[in-house]
Structure formats: structure tokens, C-alpha cells
């Protein structure tokens, strides 16, 4: 085996929330900006796991198992804060938003590149959700 370094380069995608700056490699990461009061689309990954640090700011989660779209009602939604510092782990199957308290930077790292790996269920800014299913998603704010 030969095994290699290569230079790569990342590119800026605007959103309608925010930003991210996305790059890819041996696992693929992003630098995500989220304007304070905006929050991301409603979605979860096929087979993609991921670690989303927040480096400055505060995020309001909501999230749930896989099993909740089996019995919601025995599997809720459920929802959390993580700030500076703080990180999430979000396995392939379970669905998750982000919504910015203030504005945010977090990192992501994820452990493939697939790009048509994400299902997004709901989202605010009018773009195309990819499911027939209707999905109940109902976290209680604490």
C-alpha cells in the first residue's frame, strides 16, 4: 500500500440561516455559522455519524432516537442547550434542528461524505423536503 498527503480546499455555501464552510477528505467537516434566532432544517443522516462541537455561542437542540418514528408517544422528542465548548453526538437514523440562542460557530465532523445521505423532514425557509412520510416531531420546550 502507498499511502499518500494531499492539499485540499474548502468552499463557502451560503444558507438562509447562516453559512458553512465545507470540506472533505478522509472524513469531511464543516465550519457552520448560524445567525442568532434562525435554525437549521429539521433532518437525519441514512448512514452518516457525526460530532458537532460548538466553538462560540449557544444552540438550542431538538432531537430523538431512530425509534421515535417507530412509537413516538413511548420514544418523545426531546430537546437540550449546549454552549461553548459542549458537543453532541448524533448517530445515522436520528433526527435533530439546531436553533441559534445567539449566534453560533460550530465544527462537524462526520465519518463519510455521502452527498445525498441527508433526509430533511421540515424546514422553515421553504426549501424541498425529501420524504413522503409524515413524521411527528414534537419536542417539549423545558
Given at each position: 500500500?502507498?499511502?499518500?498527503?494531499?492539499?485540499?480546499?474548502?468552499?463557502?455555501?451560503?444558507?438562509?440561516?447562516?453559512?458553512e464552510r465545507v470540506w472533505g477528505g478522509l472524513f469531511s467537516?464543516?465550519?457552520?455559522?448560524?445567525?442568532?434566532?434562525?435554525?437549521?432544517?429539521?433532518?437525519f443522516n441514512k448512514q452518516k455519524n457525526e460530532i458537532l462541537?460548538?466553538?462560540?455561542?449557544?444552540?438550542?437542540?431538538?432531537?430523538?432516537?431512530?425509534?421515535?418514528?417507530?412509537?413516538?408517544?413511548?420514544?418523545?422528542?426531546?430537546?437540550?442547550?449546549?454552549?461553548?465548548?459542549?458537543?453532541?453526538?448524533?448517530?445515522?437514523?436520528?433526527?435533530?434542528?439546531?436553533?441559534?440562542?445567539?449566534?453560533?460557530?460550530?465544527?462537524?465532523?462526520?465519518?463519510?461524505?455521502?452527498?445525498?445521505?441527508?433526509?430533511?423532514?421540515?424546514?422553515?425557509?421553504?426549501?424541498?423536503?425529501?420524504?413522503?412520510?409524515?413524521?411527528?416531531?414534537?419536542?417539549?420546550?423545558?
Open positions: 500500500m502507498n499511502r499518500s498527503i494531499w492539499k485540499g480546499r474548502s468552499i463557502l455555501v451560503k444558507k438562509p440561516w447562516g453559512s467537516g464543516k465550519e457552520i455559522y448560524i445567525q442568532k434566532g434562525n435554525r437549521t432544517s429539521l433532518k462541537y460548538v466553538q462560540s455561542g449557544e444552540l438550542f437542540v431538538e432531537y430523538a432516537d431512530e425509534q421515535h418514528f417507530n412509537d413516538p408517544v413511548k420514544n418523545p422528542a426531546m430537546n437540550c442547550t449546549i454552549k461553548e465548548g459542549e458537543l453532541l453526538n448524533v448517530q445515522a437514523g436520528c433526527p435533530y434542528r439546531l436553533s441559534a440562542v445567539e449566534d453560533c460557530v460550530l465544527f462537524e465532523i462526520s465519518d463519510c461524505s455521502q452527498q445525498r445521505d441527508k433526509v430533511v423532514i421540515d424546514d422553515d425557509y421553504g426549501r424541498n423536503t425529501n420524504t413522503d412520510s409524515k413524521f411527528i416531531f414534537n419536542p417539549s420546550r423545558d
